[in-house]
């Protein structure tokens, strides 16, 4: 068996990862724009609230960045399966350079802040399928589930720093954040027109037929194919739980105070909120560098159990210090399955549908988390909030032992991904390590949509 379909005796090392020179164009593009987004959204909901003196305004500027994934992620995500990734990735950071430079301006109202947010915000789901949609073919095997720990953990880090340099920077100026935001967005265009070779488009426009019936065959491929639609219920089934206690964070904190100073709030919120993604930062790195390949591969399903079991003991109310150490293990966990769940979706998807399926996968954690947050919140309007957790959390280890039960074996993976991988020789990008393309005619005869296997009952099968 290949590398792709057979996981190897040793983990992929840091190094082999960051040999591939594209993977490190795109990393270093993606990070400058991970750290100015943060930025930016620490300091445009400071700037919209010491305009309006509203909380309501503050949240909807910082709420608007979701609103493009649960609206219309999959039929934007589209886009980037018709196009070069690299032209989307570099066209949308343009985009976003512009707008943001225009929402940095004086005196702008903060309706067309948030309109103009809105708009910037459009581009992020072609542009994050893209670089989703890439990264399957610059790293190859154990190395592609070791780049996305690496890359997850490093936005997780950028989500921490960002947000609390950006929160820094606001107290001066929220207006600087919002530059540094732009040139980083100038900065990653840059690097990804140098660094990144122009690939014909995975899908061309002999097969095209309109947006939204390839959005659908995105859906199809999906959830029409069994291994796929298991990766999927167990991701989504993973995000109700672990982004609970960040969400609940703020209410938590005002119940019970780290100490008895009510002015110890905040730190008792931080440290909630925090602890989920230093838990997966540590984890993603560990699992994904200690542990052999096998051994992660088969770790799946106990990291998915362990992820709501952590939050269990929280029905005993234990004080924020305990609570931020149960988020960790939490983190530690998803950080465990996440990376690797992913590696085996994208390695299991043909070439023409990565970017559709990752627009599908991205709405539906986003739908996922937000529903979540949005239950238990008013479940602990009613109840406290440690009861809410506990119970909801031991529910969540019903539903993992159920997801766990159906998982497909590795036979039924290797099978997927070979055939992902025979399908992807028909395609006309064969020597991913060639020379840069000149921009020209389409060069790429992309078959005929594969039919999604029909599910066969037994294990697998959702």
Do not use: C
């Not at 014909?200 to 194919?225: C, D, K, W, Y």
Request: aromatic fraction near 6%; charged fraction near 15%.
């Amino acid at each position: 068996m290949s590398e792709e379909t057979q996981a190897p005796l040793r983990p992929a090392t840091f190094r082999e990862v960051f040999a591939q020179a594209e993977f490190r164009a795109l990393y270093s593009a993606t990070t400058l724009t991970w750290i100015g987004d943060y930025l930016a959204k620490a300091a445009i909901t400071v700037m919209v609230y010491n305009e309006t003196r509203s909380v309501a305004m503050s949240a909807a500027a910082f709420a608007v960045s979701f609103l493009p994934w649960i609206i219309g992620g999959p039929l934007l995500a589209t886009v980037a399966e018709r196009h070069p990734y690299r032209t989307v990735m570099v066209t949308a950071d343009l985009i976003r350079m512009v707008l943001i430079a225009l929402v940095a301006l004086p005196f702008l109202p903060v309706w067309a802040t948030i309109g103009l947010l809105f708009l910037m915000t459009l581009a992020n789901p072609p542009s994050q399928a893209a670089r989703s949609a890439l990264m399957p073919v610059l790293l190859k095997g154990d190395r592609l589930v070791v780049g996305l720990s690496v890359t997850t953990s490093t936005s997780q880090a950028a989500q921490v720093g960002g947000y609390v340099a950006g929160a820094a920077i606001a107290a001066v100026n929220p207006r600087i954040a919002l530059v540094i935001n732009a040139a980083a967005f100038a900065a990653s265009a840059l690097i990804l027109r140098l660094g990144v070779r122009k690939r014909p488009p995975a899908m061309t426009s002999a097969h095209r037929s309109n947006l939204f019936r390839e959005t659908g065959e995105g859906f199809q491929i999906v959830f029409g194919t069994p291994v796929l639609r298991a990766t999927a219920v167990m991701v989504f089934a993973a995000m109700l739980f672990a982004i609970v206690p960040e969400g609940l964070a703020a209410a938590w904190a005002a119940e019970r105070p780290l100490g008895d100073d009510e002015s110890r709030r905040g730190l008792s919120q931080a440290l909630i909120m925090a602890a989920g993604p230093v838990g997966f930062i540590l984890g993603s790195l560990v699992v994904g560098r200690a542990i052999r390949p096998d051994i992660r591969r088969a770790l799946i399903r106990p990291f998915a159990v362990l992820a709501p079991l952590a939050l269990v003991p929280a029905l005993l109310n234990p004080s924020p210090t305990v609570v931020a150490l149960l988020a960790a293990v939490s983190g530690v966990a998803i950080a465990g399955l996440l990376p690797v769940a992913n590696g085996l979706f994208v390695q299991a998807l043909p070439h023409g549908y990565r970017a559709r399926a990752f627009g599908v996968m991205q709405t539906g954690m986003q739908v996922t988390q937000g529903g979540a947050v949005l239950l238990t919140g008013l479940l602990a309007s009613r109840f406290s909030i440690p009861t809410v957790v506990g119970v909801w959390s031991a529910a969540g280890v019903l539903l993992m032992l159920l997801t766990a039960a159906h998982w497909p074996s590795a036979e039924r993976f290797n099978e997927a991904i070979a055939k992902a991988s025979r399908q992807g020789r028909e395609q006309a990008d064969p020597d991913p390590a060639g020379p840069a393309q000149p921009d020209g005619p389409d060069r790429t005869a992309v078959p005929a949509p594969p039919r999604p296997a029909a599910s066969k009952p037994g294990v697998g099968a959702l």
